[in-house]
């Protein structure tokens, strides 16, 4: 069975700091997703990687995928407090995504 | 463009009460995902459709659940008779097709079993 591991799943972080928030599975996957989450709505999407080596980058966000290590990074680079939000990876298995549990990421001023 | 639109977004029933919730998918979108998601955990998929096939619903609970969607486009789930473990978020998402696609998300309905 698929398991999908986020890492940590609380993060509290000054703003203008850097970190980063990991994602392990535990199968082959083609391919891996980022979402954000804010409190009270729905997800929206940040990434899709498709590939093994793949890095994209959108703002202070930059995600990664290492297909040969199952593990998927999402780098936070000078937060800022509008980075506050859960997010969650999710691979894809056949025709579907399953997801990790989140990480509730807090910017503090 | 319209995102993918659900109705309602809260409700609130008694235990033993039928309730059910309606998705619109993006325009053009094939695929359809019903998502339950409780509370600080990630979506966990209930039912996909491919048009109007239902083609992976190996995890709704079949017995109190049942979804369908109709013409392939909007879909309602139902759940009769509710129960307290019931109570969470349901998601419905779209997409163009399967596997690489982006899954777009609608704001989900927010069900409270008392």
């Known amino acids: 069975e698929l398991k999908v591991e986020q890492n940590p799943l609380f993060l509290s972080m000054q703003e203008g700091k850097n970190y980063t928030i990991y994602c392990n599975y535990s199968t082959t996957s083609d391919r891996l997703y980022w979402y954000r989450q804010d409190p009270g709505k729905s997800l929206e999407s940040l990434f899709v990687l498709l590939s093994n080596g793949a890095v994209k980058q959108e703002g202070r966000l930059m995600a990664s995928l290492d297909t040969k290590a199952r593990l998927s990074t999402l780098h936070i680079t000078a937060a800022v407090h509008d980075l506050s939000a859960t997010y969650f990876c999710a691979v894809g298995i056949y025709n579907d995504m399953r997801f990790g549990a989140g990480t509730r990421l807090t910017v503090k001023p | 463009e319209a995102g993918v639109v659900q109705s309602p977004r809260y409700k609130i029933i008694e235990k033993k009460q039928p309730v059910a919730f309606w998705c619109n998918p993006i325009s053009g979108h094939n695929t359809l995902y019903w998502y339950l998601q409780n509370l600080g955990q990630g979506p966990e998929l209930l039912i996909r459709?491919?048009?109007?096939?239902?083609?992976?619903d190996s995890q709704l609970p079949k017995d109190r659940f049942s979804a369908e969607r109709l013409k392939g486009v909007d879909s309602t789930l139902k759940i009769q008779p509710a129960e307290l473990g019931d109570s969470a978020v349901y998601l419905c998402a779209s997409s163009p097709g399967p596997r690489q696609e982006t899954q777009y998300f609608g704001p989900g309905t927010r069900l409270l079993v008392l």
């Open positions: 459709y491919e048009n109007e096939e239902a083609v992976d």
